[in-house]
């Protein structure tokens, strides 16, 4: 039973323009959210997160929105650059309450970024 | 600042044998975390530790596997006996505190022929 979806495995933009990766969850106790970005051969990096409360977080090119009612979480980086060709991976926290301190990932979504 | 530190880089080996994963996490960082990442099952944690101490080993996937975690710069991932199926690469993670974010090390791929 799949607690957070990222139900695109792979995603083409062209360079310049939005890139945009979508993540879906199960629980609405979630209450802290992360992208991660993932180059061939390298650990996870933390990209990004938000927590329940809010609904827009930005650094730079990069923007996540949460959207609670829907349980959607959505990351959209522009423009978009070579460099962002990677996996990312959507990871959540469930809350205290439920005595997790611990991520679950998503499956993942290949960007690639064309010239 | 040095991340999180993984050896081996790779390591291929013979089913039945027993295989040894370290980790040296970010010095500072209190939360230790060991996960496996699959084609099939993607990313996934095995076991977390707290200030050295296992919190949650719910995702250890049997009984042969083992983490440790001595002290507070240094854990292991045992598997004993060792099966192809446990081939995949293991990341270790730590983290400052539970509102900080996790850091990766660069994984250890693991092959069991």
């Known amino acids: 039973d799949q607690q957070v979806k990222q139900n695109s495995p792979s995603l083409s933009v062209q360079e310049g323009r939005i890139s945009i990766l979508n993540c879906d969850y199960t629980n609405s106790m979630f209450d802290y959210f992360l992208w991660y970005k993932k180059y061939p051969a390298e650990g996870p990096t933390f990209l990004i997160s938000i927590s329940s409360i809010k609904d827009k977080n930005e650094d730079g090119r990069f923007t996540v929105f949460l959207n609670k009612s829907a349980k959607h979480l959505s990351l959209h980086i522009v423009p978009s650059q070579p460099g962002d060709s990677a996996v990312y991976f959507c990871?959540?926290?469930?809350?205290?309450?439920?005595?997790?301190?611990?991520?679950?990932f998503g499956q993942g979504t290949r960007l690639t970024i064309n010239p | 600042d040095a991340g999180v530190i993984q050896s081996p880089r790779h390591e291929v080996t013979e089913m039945g044998q027993e295989v040894t994963l370290r980790c040296k996490p970010i010095s500072g960082h209190n939360s230790l975390f060991w996960y496996r990442q699959t084609m099939m099952r993607g990313l996934e944690l095995l076991i977390y530790?707290?200030?050295?101490?296992?919190?949650?080993d719910s995702g250890m996937p049997e009984d042969r596997f083992s983490a440790k975690m001595p002290n507070a710069s240094f854990s292991t991932l045992k598997i004993q006996p060792s099966e192809p199926r446990d081939s995949a690469v293991y990341f270790c993670?730590?983290?400052?505190?539970?509102?900080?974010?996790?850091?990766f090390g660069d994984g250890t791929r693991l092959s069991i022929l």
């Open positions: 993670a730590s983290r400052r505190s539970p509102n900080q974010p996790q850091h």
């Open positions: 990871a959540v926290k469930p809350g205290v309450i439920q005595g997790a301190q611990k991520l679950v």
């Open positions: 530790f707290n200030n050295n101490v296992p919190i949650d």
